[in-house]
């Protein structure tokens, strides 16, 4: 199957700092890719949708201004949470789809996890 | 996308076969039926998916109701390995341009 990426997978930083996350796709051509959000014992949050040459597209309650989300090419989009606090502490997971042979489906990321002092 | 039930945990003996239960009462003709799983600190698996027809492969066997109302992920023999969160996920068929709606899944714990 496909093979999603992201780096780091482990990120420790003070508060106020800005923190960038990559989701590569290995192997293939996403031209949209997932950020979803996992609190501890939660279910996975979307965050954002990332096309590739536009905008992202963000859901309710999630700050576009804070959570900067780039897609430059059809292999890597990066998400970027800016000036973090505590609580912005999280597992943040990237997916992107492929579109080959019989399988339409989405491939997800291992997975970032975030701890802000 | 259409909403889905599963019970919050399960527990299976190593070996045995596991089956994880999902209804999806209000699902459309023209929504599938995704499963994923998450293994503690992992991003999310693709597992298999359907319409109406059964569906086998590698990992598992999907059975869905005649009526499509509910449907049952079974893991013919299962391993320590498979102890995870398993996600039923109802929606149209994958488009690039569609995000998958994750509920809170059933939570398995594979026994010795």
């Known amino acids: 199957g496909a093979v999603v990426s992201q780096h780091p997978s482990r990120v420790i930083c003070k508060s106020g700092t800005s923190v960038k996350i990559e989701c590569r796709s290995l192997?293939?051509?996403?031209?949209?890719m997932f950020w979803y959000r996992q609190f501890p014992k939660q279910s996975l949050m979307l965050m954002a949708t990332s096309n590739e040459g536009s905008k992202a597209t963000y859901e309710q309650g999630v700050e576009k201004d804070k959570f900067l989300i780039n897609h430059a090419s059809l292999t890597l989009s990066t998400l970027t949470v800016t000036s973090a606090h505590p609580e912005d502490s999280s597992f943040y997971i990237c997916s992107a789809s492929s579109p080959r042979g019989r399988e339409e489906t989405q491939y997800f990321g291992p997975g970032t996890r975030l701890l802000v002092l | 996308d259409a909403k889905t039930t599963q019970p919050p945990s399960m527990d299976c003996a190593e070996g045995r076969a596991a089956n994880l239960p999902c209804n999806h009462s209000?699902?459309?003709?023209?929504?599938?039926v995704y499963w994923y799983r998450q293994i503690h600190s992992q991003g999310p698996q693709y597992i298999i998916h359907?319409?109406?027809n059964n569906e086998t492969n590698e990992m598992a066997s999907l059975i869905i109701t005649e009526d499509r109302k509910s449907s049952t992920l079974i893991l013919p023999h299962a391993t320590l390995r498979d102890t995870a969160v398993y996600y039923c996920i109802v929606r149209v068929r994958y488009n690039a341009g569609n995000m998958l709606t994750f509920g809170g899944g059933t939570r398995l714990m594979v026994k010795p």
């Open positions: 192997d293939f051509q996403a031209t949209t």
């Open positions: 209000t699902i459309s003709g023209n929504e599938y």
């Open positions: 359907g319409l109406k």
